[in-house]
């Protein structure tokens, strides 16, 4: 054993000690999220990323004063290179993860240098080791890493990371180098402009002060040195709120941001995380049942059993590490680390979702530094053994987990199987089928989401979908009528119910449902897009065209509308102008055959034939069916003497 000691030993105290630890975090890495590579666009990837169209006209680079701006760059340099093939966004992903397993590794070994001097060199570098392959391959670390939006949290702790790795090598510097804590401020303004949770740092530079550098400076010069970190906490709020306003409103405009949603009042939310920080645990010990979307009931009182008892928990964690600073300072340091960067997410700010498996990713670097730290109060023959069956037990599960996130209906179906009592599951997986053209399954989980929530609006705008294609309109006016009740202000409902009635023909109803919606959201692309159907069929086409407008403006990305205006137009005689959006419609949806029959029109009504023979026999090539279209496409070349 002494020999095995030995070898690692001078492995990892050569001079490329740091580039072999580099090689087997790569490697490991690599292995257990290979086949999570291909795996779709899921949730809040399509708010974030598929539909955002900032993104794509690139004008999210000049966004400056947005929420999580940094992160949402990197979607549109993604977008830029890789458009929406998925395979990019992972790869980007995995190396920030990576970098941040390679950065753990550092800093362990940074703080275990500055306060352990009778370690063994090789324990020195094993520990660091261990946790940062923990870090690596725990399960729990998937949602921040295969959920490709969620490079929110991986990307604000590589920042995190870095912001501290240079404060620290800022204060062992004999000669103050300046740029060491310039930078590190820099990577710290970047973590809050990543996401809010971040703004915890300053609290653990300042734990980082006080147990790793107790006699370097007064408490006054500690609390200077934690000072520009605490005012550069004030980029979070106004990236969120409108500076534009008067001091009073600005005030107002903070306490909402400070509780995203109203639904859950501050107490209750508290009183909940104090079962939710206990789930945390449990996952990180034994992250078993794990699901994408949790079922996780309100707590409305802290003398509930299951919260007063979470709660007295935690009190006792975080008051043996304040008493144990002195004695068990690294137990210390990491039991404080977890709950000071759970902080944010997990306190009195209200968030609408009350657990996330991506919040831990942060937080659980202190919880596995100390299960690390205890572990390694084994003897040697033991700890190594031990750790390598943890890390290969746990590396196998998260291979499996990133099985799970293939797709939606994967992702889902585990989710629902797991929480059926949540509906938001059910919705999710019933808007899957939806999109998968599954619309008898669609239909059956949608429904049994509006059973468990009749409040969930989307559902119900989804199921309307599901009627609609499936032929059931009546079913599908219905379900948007309902929509519209609950809230009015849903411009999509809006949008569906107006062309269900102009599908009838009933023009004016459609414009009464357009109008009150263009009220609630005088920017909504596909409102404005419908609106400046039926005025371009009421003859009105000074105001069509300005609609029209507002929608492209408005990112319009709908094939169907760009389509149906340029039809309007087509019968108007605009014939030049309809051409140019239904080229946008084909550019938006090459695979509509229809759209080269409308084209084909346009040539013939101006007599250039060449050119309408070519889009007649695009049109029937592509056309799979026969139909009213094809029929005539086929009389019209005929009458040209040119079909064959």
Same mark, same amino acid.
Request: aromatic share 14%; with cysteine.
């Given at each position: ?59 999210? &680079? ?5 929420? %999580? ?169 106004? !990236? ?25 009042? %501050? ?33 409305? !009182? ?15 964690? #975080? ?49 596995? &530094? ?9 003897? /040697? ?8 069956? #943890? ?76 009627? /609609? ?176």
């Amino acid at each position: 054993m002494k020999s095995l000691e030995n070898k690692i030993n001078s492995l990892l105290t050569s001079k490329y000690s740091l580039l072999f630890i580099a090689v087997i975090l790569c490697i490991t890495a690599f292995i257990i999220y290979s086949n999570s590579f291909q795996c779709a666009f899921v949730f809040d990837d399509y708010r974030s990323i598929v539909l955002n169209n900032s993104l794509k006209d690139n004008s999210i &680079f000049t966004q400056f004063n947005i929420q %999580r701006y940094v992160a949402l760059v990197t979607f549109a340099l993604n977008y830029k290179i890789n458009g929406l093939n998925v395979t990019g966004y992972h790869i980007i992903n995995l190396l920030i993860h990576f970098a941040n397993g390679l950065l753990v590794y550092i800093l362990i070994k940074t703080l275990l240098r500055l306060h352990v001097h009778s370690l063994p060199d090789t324990s020195m570098h094993v520990i660091p080791l261990i946790v940062a392959l923990l870090f690596l391959v725990h399960p729990v670390q998937t949602q921040a890493v295969t959920y490709i939006v969620q490079r929110e949290a991986s990307l604000a702790t590589l920042f995190v990371l870095a912001s501290i790795l240079l404060y620290i090598s800022y204060r062992v510097t004999a000669a103050k180098h300046y740029h060491l804590f310039t930078l590190s401020l820099l990577f710290c303004l970047l973590a809050y402009k990543t996401k809010e949770n971040t703004a915890s740092l300053p609290f653990v530079i300042f734990l980082i002060e006080i147990i790793f550098f107790p006699q370097k400076a007064n408490l006054k010069k500690k609390l200077l040195l934690v000072a520009p970190y605490v005012l550069l906490i004030i980029v979070i709020p106004l !990236s969120l709120i409108n500076v534009n306003t008067s001091a009073g409103d600005l005030f107002e405009d903070l306490n909402v941001v400070l509780q995203e949603t109203e639904t859950i009042d %501050r107490s209750v939310y508290f009183f909940t995380q104090q079962r939710v920080i206990m789930t945390y645990i449990k996952l990180l010990l034994f992250p078993s049942h794990q699901a994408f979307d949790y079922y996780f009931p309100l707590s409305f !009182s802290l003398f509930e059993i299951k919260t007063f008892l979470s709660f007295l928990f935690i009190v006792a964690l #975080i008051i043996f590490s304040l008493a144990g600073l002195k004695k068990f300072p690294l137990v210390s340091f990491g039991i404080l680390w977890f709950f000071i960067f759970l902080t944010v997410e997990s306190s009195f700010f209200p968030i609408r979702d009350v657990i996330w498996e991506h919040r831990m990713y942060l937080p659980s670097i202190g919880f596995i &530094f100390i299960i690390t730290c205890l572990l390694s109060k084994l003897k /040697w023959k033991l700890f190594i053994p031990l750790s390598l069956v #943890i890390i290969i037990a746990l590396g196998t599960a998260t291979y499996s987990r990133n099985k799970v996130w293939k797709d939606e209906l994967t992702l889902f179906k585990d989710s629902t199987a797991k929480y059926p009592q949540k509906a938001r599951n059910h919705f999710s997986l019933g808007s899957a089928y939806m999109r998968k053209k599954m619309y008898k399954e669609a239909i059956r989980t949608l429904q049994h989401a509006i059973e468990l929530d009749p409040t969930i609006v989307g559902a119900r705008v989804n199921l309307s979908i599901c009627y /609609w294609e499936t032929r059931q309109i009546e079913k599908a006016r219905i379900e948007l009528l309902i929509v519209l009740q609950q809230r009015p202000a849903y411009p999509l409902a809006s949008y569906k119910l107006a062309s269900i009635y102009m599908s009838r023909g009933d023009i004016d109803k459609a414009f009464d449902i357009l109008i009150k919606a263009k009220k609630f959201s005088p920017s909504h692309a596909r409102v404005n897009a419908l609106l400046a159907d039926i005025y371009c069929q009421q003859d009105d086409l000074g105001q069509a065209f300005y609609l029209f407008k507002e929608a492209e403006t408005a990112g319009l990305a709908s094939a169907d509308s760009y389509y149906n205006f340029a039809v309007c137009l087509l019968k108007k005689g605009k014939i030049a102008e309809s051409r140019v959006y239904l080229l946008k419609s084909a550019e938006l949806n090459p695979g509509d055959a229809v759209i080269n029959y409308a084209i084909a029109l346009g040539y013939e009504q101006e007599r250039n034939f060449a050119q309408a023979v070519h889009y007649y026999r695009l049109f029937l090539k592509k056309s799979s069916t026969q139909t009213p279209q094809t029929i005539d496409a086929q009389q019209r070349l005929r009458r040209l003497e040119i079909y064959k």
